[in-house]
């Protein structure tokens, strides 16, 4: 009877231990979500801490966050300089040539993603098959696809000259080289799910998610990336959408009323939207101390994003 009394206790007591540590597990868990990674609208803060900065009509359309769609132009004239890609990469993802080419900053952080993409899993061959295009060639490109596939199939894959997101410098298709050198196509599942769900680290979107076709215009496309930088990476990835209904999001947020602050695991972003005067110069609102990034969204305004 003692033994047997003893082992109902023992039993109560690893009962009482497994719950205990389910309630811990279950607090553990919940943590990281409510505490390291948050979006919402704050204040400002005292006034005194903003000075403003004067920016031209032309510097609506520059920037990191330019939305170019079928119904926003790319501005050739102002367009920022392209380095071969292949002149500053790393070792650890490939060039479909010696000549293609994008902003330095889309390589740069190419650079960082495949690099952690290589130490994660020992893979080097993700292939950039197309990154800037010029005007011309993205004719060419529409004319090639039209005489393969029909006009109607041909403007659901290939944007009109002037009108494709390529033009930036900005975006790049990517490709998976195979053992003879082939390429094909990018799905980001499997052995590449890493860069499908980490692109957002690096400041990129999967630009034409399938879900979203009807917004952008253009078919799901998962081999598509884009660079606007790393805030805004997180809140489209996390939250579901598409550029087109960010850039609307984000005009809610205005000096001095409201802003959107961004915490992710320890860094701490402040964005806001400041409407482009009609005539002229726009006056926008910056931190008077540290340094922010400015910039236009090829159509009405500048989004202001300051890392603290
Ligand atoms: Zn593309």
């Not at 975006?171 to 196509?185: W, Y």
Request: hydrophobic share 35%; with cysteine.
């Amino acid at each position: 009877m003692k033994r047997r009394a003893g082992r109902t206790g023992n039993g109560k007591k690893l009962l009482l231990l497994l719950l205990l540590a389910v309630v811990l597990i279950t607090a553990a868990v919940k943590i990281p979500a409510a505490f390291t990674e948050k979006v919402r609208a704050v204040s400002f803060g005292p006034k005194v801490f903003y000075r403003t900065v004067e920016l031209d009509r032309d510097e609506v359309f520059r920037g990191n966050m330019i939305l170019v769609n079928n119904s926003h132009a790319y501005r050739f004239d102002l367009g920022e300089e392209q380095h071969t890609i292949a002149s500053e990469k790393n070792e650890y993802y490939r060039a479909k040539n010696d000549e293609i080419s994008l902003n330095l900053i889309t390589i740069r952080q190419f650079n960082a993603m495949f690099r952690d993409f290589y130490r994660q899993t020992g893979l080097d061959n993700v292939t950039v098959i197309s990154a800037y295009r010029d005007y011309d060639y993205q004719q060419r490109l529409l004319d090639e696809r039209i005489s393969s596939s029909g006009y109607g199939a041909a403007i659901r894959w290939v944007a009109q000259p002037g009108f494709s997101e390529h033009h930036t410098g900005l975006a790049a298709d990517i490709a998976v080289a195979d053992a003879e050198g082939n390429t094909i196509s990018f799905t980001g599942e499997d052995d590449y799910a890493f860069i499908s769900e980490n692109a957002w680290k690096y400041g990129f979107i999967n630009r034409y998610p399938e879900n979203k076709t009807d917004i952008t215009g253009i078919a799901g496309e998962p081999w598509h990336y884009r660079y606007i930088g790393k805030p805004h990476a997180y809140i489209i990835s996390h939250y579901n959408l598409c550029l087109e209904e960010y850039e609307t999001y984000l005009k809610q947020f205005l000096y001095p009323q409201q802003c959107l602050r961004v915490s992710i695991r320890g860094d701490e972003y402040r964005i806001y939207f400041v409407p482009a005067s009609p005539d002229g110069k726009t006056a926008v609102s910056v931190p008077a101390f540290g340094s922010c990034d400015i910039s236009g969204n090829n159509e009405d305004g500048f989004v202001v994003t300051v890392k603290k």
